[in-house]
């Protein structure tokens, strides 16, 4: 319980049954303060039903989890009280407003008088919704309504956000401006746990990742530290991983590489070889002018660069359970 009182969001050994399926089956991670951490994996992996636990939405099978330090079993109205939860789809209601729907969640975290005014304004003002105050939900886009929902989660300014799929759907200009405002909401100290399909856009927000599929939690840490260690990629200090990409005869290309001793190949497809080599720009350089020497037509000659998709697939083996 010490680690998760220092936690703001903390699950230890959480299982989840809906009869036979497990799904989420001995679950333990935890967010800390100001972090971001992205919830990756296949549809059907455990990700919602893990967010719903935490949210107090469900009950888990066996094990705990807490929010600020409070049981999400023994304390789900403290949880809510310092919880944002932003799900994959909200329902709207009909003949009401951006303000008015504000202001009934305002209302019901209890919030009162020139708290509630000033709430609601703060909110609007953050997802820059203020001009669309008045306008009916159900004539919002996509990306506005998403707006509207992380506000709600906002309303009663928590601690702790869980967003699931906030990303789906927006168009890109509505995805780079919900990753600001996620980094500025970290900025202020608040833990976030994110959920997503859009690998690219979590690894530019996530200080870690955490990588679920059927129930398990496989893997969790920095995509640099996941990439390594799932992968048994060895880089040593002063090596780098390159990849060249070429128009020859592979087998000339591969039987020139295989005469290199300063080249340790990685692997090779029909026009391109991965390799590792000396980080020294001088000695690249060199290699490249050896490698036209030698007749190879190169059209790309670039540094491998880790990816969250690299790690997705190292990990997980497309189970469905």
Same mark, same amino acid.
């Given at each position: ?52 636990? =935490?949210?107090?939405?469900? $009950? ?23 919880? /944002? ?22 209302? &019901? ?30 004539? =919002? ?36 401006? @919900? ?9 202020? /100290? ?9 690998? $690219? ?16 939690? =496989?893997?969790?840490? &920095?995509?640099? &530290? ?27 290309? @591969?039987?020139?590489?295989? &005469? ?57 083996? /497309?189970?469905?359970?």
């Amino acid at each position: 319980m010490s680690q998760a009182a220092q936690a703001k969001i903390q699950l230890d050994g959480v299982t989840r049954a809906f009869g036979n399926t497990l799904a989420v089956d001995d679950v333990s991670f935890h967010v800390d303060a100001g972090e971001v951490l992205g919830f990756i994996g296949p549809n059907g992996a455990g990700k919602t039903t893990s967010m719903r636990i =935490l949210s107090t939405l469900d $009950s888990p099978t066996a094990g705990e989890a807490w929010v600020d330090g409070f049981s999400v079993v023994d304390d789900p109205d403290r949880v809510r009280e310092r919880m /944002g939860w932003m799900p994959d789809g909200f329902g709207t209601y009909p003949n009401i407003n951006c303000e008015e729907y504000l202001d009934f969640f305002a209302r &019901s975290y209890g919030l009162r008088g020139k708290n509630r005014l000033r709430a609601i304004k703060n909110v609007m003002g953050f997802t820059q919704l203020n001009q669309l105050a008045k306008k009916p939900i159900s004539g =919002l886009s996509k990306g506005m309504k998403q707006r509207l929902c992380l506000g709600r989660a906002l309303i009663h300014n928590p601690k702790v956000l869980i967003l699931d799929e906030p990303a789906a759907g927006l168009d890109p200009r509505a995805r780079i401006e @919900l990753r600001e405002m996620i980094l500025e909401l970290a900025d202020e /100290g608040k833990s976030l746990l994110i959920s997503s399909h859009i690998l $690219s856009e979590l690894a530019e927000v996530c200080d870690r990742v955490a990588i679920i599929e059927k129930g398990k939690l =496989l893997a969790i840490g &920095s995509v640099d &530290s996941l990439l390594k260690r799932e992968t048994g990629q060895t880089i040593g200090k002063g090596v780098s991983q390159l990849e060249v990409k070429f128009v020859s005869e592979q087998s000339d290309v @591969l039987q020139w590489f295989n &005469s290199r001793v300063d080249v340790e190949l990685v692997s090779s497809t029909t026009n391109s070889i991965l390799f590792n080599f000396e980080t020294c720009h001088k000695k690249q350089s060199e290699l490249l002018a050896a490698i036209i020497d030698a007749k190879i037509e190169v059209f790309e000659f670039s540094e491998k660069q880790t990816s969250l998709e690299d790690v997705f697939l190292s990990v997980t083996r /497309g189970e469905v359970q």
